[in-house]
T-cell receptor, first 120, second 116 residues
Framework: AAGVIQSPRHLIKEKRETATLKCYPI?????VYWYQQGPGQDPQFLIS???????DKGSIPDRFSAQQFSDYHSELNMSSLELGDSALYFC???????????????????FGPGTRLTVL | AQKITQTQPGMFVQEKEAVTLDCTYD???????LFWYKQPSSGEMIFLIY??????QNATEGRYSLNFQKARKSANLVISASQLGDSAMYFC?????????????FGKGTRLSVIA
């Protein structure tokens, strides 16, 4: 089965540089989410898109922006990178009609493998 | 206040035995969903099991079952017949509200180590 694809898998940047992370959701999933997981931390929600429109906004810094394109892929743009931005960035996607093994599921979010960003 | 509380930072279990990972939650919504994810050392987040607030039966998925006690606001994960490959970080998470695509809020996680 197709999974969420993220690129790149690893990224090393210098302070004050910019970075763009890409996410390709599972086909026919209508919502894309971005999460940030710092070292030893739990994932924190950044932003989400439903049918290409911004849906919810979490603790996303003003230096970050995101969008979802017509082909449903999403990009997280990060500018003026700081040391504290070093983290694992996850993209997840979900469908409003999830169904597995004959039982209706509750829009479970499937995560991509993550992009590990290191800011030096 | 913490929405998801996992009180066990680390757990050890003998191979082939069962283990319960605790999770309590806090919400005033009637409609919500509870999730468990597994994060191995490689970093990916693997969906394990889901329980909806209106589900009357406890969710099960293979060796995973969710002990849902609504009145106590707990959603403990039970892993039966533990395997060495179960060693990982386990996160409990919740989404709130009727809209199914609200963001997840995670607990701090429990690191499970399975001993041979």
């Amino acid at each position: 089965a197709a999974g969420v694809i993220q690129s790149p898998r690893h990224l090393i940047k210098e302070k004050r540089e910019t970075a763009t992370l890409k996410c390709y959701p599972i086909p026919r999933h209508d919502t894309v989410y971005w999460y940030q997981q710092g070292p030893g931390q739990d994932p924190q929600f950044l932003i989400s898109f439903y049918e290409k429109m911004q849906s919810d906004k979490g603790s996303i810094p003003d230096r970050f922006s995101a969008q979802q394109f017509s082909d449903y892929h999403s990009e997280l743009n990060m500018s003026s990178l700081e040391l504290g931005d070093s983290a694992l960035y996850f993209c997840a996607s979900s469908s409003g009609t999830g169904r597995t093994s004959g039982r209706a599921y509750g829009f479970e979010q499937f995560f991509g493998p993550g992009t590990r960003l290191t800011v030096l | 206040a913490q929405k998801i509380t996992q009180t066990q930072p680390g757990m050890f279990v003998q191979e082939k035995e069962a283990v319960t990972l605790d999770c309590t939650y806090d919400t005033s919504d009637q409609s919500y969903g509870l999730f468990w994810y597994k994060q191995p050392s490689s970093g990916e987040m693997i969906f394990l099991i889901y329980q909806g607030s209106y589900d009357e039966q406890n969710a099960t998925e293979g060796r995973y079952s969710l002990n849902f006690q609504k009145a106590r606001k707990s959603a403990n994960l039970v892993i039966s017949a533990s395997q060495l490959g179960d060693s990982a970080m386990y996160f409990c998470a919740m989404r709130e509200g009727n809209r199914g695509n609200t963001p997840l809020v995670f607990g701090k996680g429990t690191r499970l180590s399975v001993i041979a």
